[in-house]
């Protein structure tokens, strides 16, 4: 008996230091000069709590769920800064925070937010999936997640920009995780087992694929469980209603002053 809880404390230990070593719920550390349109909220004092993505020189796609509650004045948009800890890149406060009029719930659709920064931020841009890029939602399809979020489900967030492959799912899949996935507005993505997946932190954040943003971090139950993937906003569904609100000017060339 004693000798059974010791191997049991054993492989405990053990699984737990494998838990601890993987990043970002399965990723790897990404660089910001290759992705240099991803960027982390915080609020004034700081604390990271989601993330986004620069789609025009002033205007940051985010999720409804990270900006709704909070004035322009207590978000700040962190651009150009992999390391948390680091002082690199710009701060920003934005100047108007627009949600999705339909927003009720992440786990309802129309999560998304759009800030409206005062000067361009001095990064480029990342395009929006638009109708054309819609064979980028084919089951299978790998798409980078990117963020600062927890590397495990009751972790701590991270303190450098990580990033993981998440290949799209099948709706069927998704319907069958969460009676809740009824539209096509959202979809999954992830791997049946788990292990690989988004996690608190990274919501708002950008999925990626051929130079486009394809989703965007929303929900999901915990996180790189077995049989419950990450869902993110479908993008491309939205292609009309952003264009209102970020609107279709190409990307400025930001000279110095
Ligand atoms: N809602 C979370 C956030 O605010 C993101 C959840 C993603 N969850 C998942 N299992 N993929 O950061």
């Known amino acids: ?45 700081g604390y990271q709590f989601c993330g986004g993505t620069v789609v025009a020189p002033t205007k940051v796609l985010t999720a ?26 710009v701060v920003a406060t934005p100047v108007s925070v627009w949600i999705h009029p339909q927003y009720v719930s992440a786990d309802r659709g129309e999560d998304l937010a759009v800030l409206t920064m005062q000067e361009p931020l001095p990064v480029t841009p990342l395009p929006m999936a638009e109708q054309a890029d819609n064979d980028l939602y084919q089951p299978g399809t790998p798409l980078r997640a990117l963020g600062w979020g927890r590397t495990s489900e009751n972790g ?54 051929a130079g486009k943003l394809v989703g965007v971090t929303s929900w999901g139950e915990g996180c790189a469980r077995r049989g419950k993937p990450g869902v993110y906003v479908r993008v491309v569904r939205y292609a009309d209603d952003l264009r209102q609100v970020v609107g279709t000017a190409p990307p400025a060339v930001v000279e110095p002053q």
Not at 68 to 87: H, M, N, T
Request: proline share 6%.
């Open 1 to 45: 008996m004693r000798r059974l809880l010791v191997v049991l404390l054993a492989l405990l230990f053990t699984a737990g230091t494998a838990v601890a070593d993987v990043q970002v719920v399965g990723g790897a550390r990404a660089s910001i000069a290759i992705n240099p349109w991803v960027v982390h909220l915080t609020d004034p004092n």
């Open 64 to 89: 409804a769920h990270c900006a709704i509650g909070r004035k322009a004045g207590q978000l700040r948009v962190v651009a150009g800064r992999e390391d948390k800890k680091s002082d690199a890149g």
């Open 156 to 209: 701590r967030t991270s303190r450098y920009l990580m990033e993981a492959t998440l290949p799209v799912l099948p709706d069927t899949d998704c319907s069958g995780a969460y009676p809740q996935f009824v539209r096509a507005d959202m979809f999954c993505a992830g791997y049946p087992e788990g292990k690989v997946d988004t996690c608190q932190g990274d919501s708002g954040g950008p999925l990626v694929a």
